[in-house]
């Protein structure tokens, strides 16, 4: 459920900077998306992502580890500097 919320966080922050997610994107082609607005943070994004996708489609293999790198990869990306599309070079 943590990483799942924390998702939905990433998902509205993207929203929010203009990169809405499409319901045919995967959480992989999402992350791609975002890389110009968090290419500070790449490493947070993809353990979130990668988080995700396990929560999601493998639930039962999630540990608590999962679930504290999926907030620590959060807490990184809500304090990284907004970017716009305009941002991006």
Do not use: C, K
Request: aromatic letters at 6%; a negative charge.
């Amino acid at each position: 459920m943590v990483i799942r919320r924390a998702y939905v966080r990433l998902l509205m922050r993207g929203a929010g900077a203009g990169r809405t997610r499409a319901p045919e994107q995967t959480p992989a082609e999402y992350e791609e998306e975002l890389l110009p607005l968090f290419s500070a943070e790449q490493g947070a994004l993809e353990t979130l992502t990668r988080g995700y996708e396990r929560a999601r489609y493998h639930p039962a293999a999630v540990t608590s580890a999962d679930a504290t790198d999926a907030q620590v990869a959060w807490e990184r990306l809500a304090n990284a500097p907004p970017r716009g599309p305009d941002d991006e070079s």
